[in-house]
């Protein structure tokens, strides 16, 4: 069975946002509705050695997704390749499924009455192509790929970086899919 994911290098992440405008044009997503969101960290350091680091955050397809367990629906499900669904025509707009997500990445739409989130580009990506916000990133930051094949660009990115230089967000049981590379970048406390 595939495991279809996104990686996100934060080392070639410069904060664009292109990946959450091409996100909206390419899924018809309405104004104040994001399936990608990216948070900006710092700066940090002392000037002029200022830093700024970006977090971009979107579904994680989780293995083990607590959206889908409080649908009363079933509007939400998630299919043999791992990918995290809401089907629009069932979904009821209650809104369980967004505080069920631990990574805030579902959000209601009010004039369509529905919960939206990132589909990774189904309809590109069922036809052999890529997410839009890979085909757009310019430093090359986000990889898509099936996990389960070792041949894959985001296997290959994966075993490059080495595990310790590989995270996901918080697991709180849900066994995210998603993961963060991470070689250079550091946090640097406030204090």
């Known amino acids: 069975?595939?495991?279809?994911?996104?990686?996100?290098?934060?080392?070639?992440?410069?904060?664009?946002?292109?990946?959450?405008?091409?996100?909206k044009q390419e899924n018809d997503v309405n104004l104040g509705v994001f399936y990608n969101k990216v948070a900006t960290i710092g700066p940090s350091g002392k000037f002029?050695?200022?830093?700024m680091y970006y977090l971009p955050r979107m579904c994680q397809q989780c293995e083990s997704?607590?959206?889908?367990?409080?649908?009363?629906?079933?509007?939400?499900?998630?299919?043999?390749?791992?990918?995290?669904?809401?089907?629009?025509?069932?979904?009821?707009?209650?809104?369980?499924?967004?505080?069920a997500c631990p990574y805030d990445?579902?959000?209601?739409?009010?004039?369509?009455?529905?919960?939206?989130?990132?589909?990774?580009?189904t309809q590109l990506t069922d036809i052999g192509d890529q997410p839009a916000c890979v085909k757009v990133c310019p430093g090359k930051a986000r990889i898509y790929g099936d996990l389960d094949d070792p041949n894959s660009a985001i296997s290959k990115?994966?075993?490059?970086?080495g595990s310790k230089n590989v995270h996901s967000l918080a697991d709180v049981g849900n066994k995210?899919?998603?993961?963060?590379?991470?070689?250079?970048?550091?946090?640097?406390s406030s204090t």
């Open 1 to 23: 069975m595939a495991k279809k994911a996104l990686i996100v290098d934060l080392d070639k992440c410069i904060g664009c946002h292109s990946c959450s405008v091409v996100c």
């Open 48 to 51: 002029p050695n200022l830093e």
């Open 65 to 99: 997704p607590e959206c889908i367990d409080v649908c009363p629906t079933g509007a939400s499900y998630r299919r043999e390749d791992g990918v995290v669904l809401i089907d629009k025509a069932t979904c009821i707009g209650c809104e369980s499924c967004i505080p």
């Open 105 to 121: 990445v579902r959000t209601y739409d009010e004039d369509r009455g529905v919960v939206e989130k990132c589909t990774l580009c």
């Open 157 to 161: 990115a994966l075993k490059e970086a």
């Open 176 to 188: 995210p899919l998603g993961r963060y590379i991470l070689k250079k970048f550091k946090w640097v």
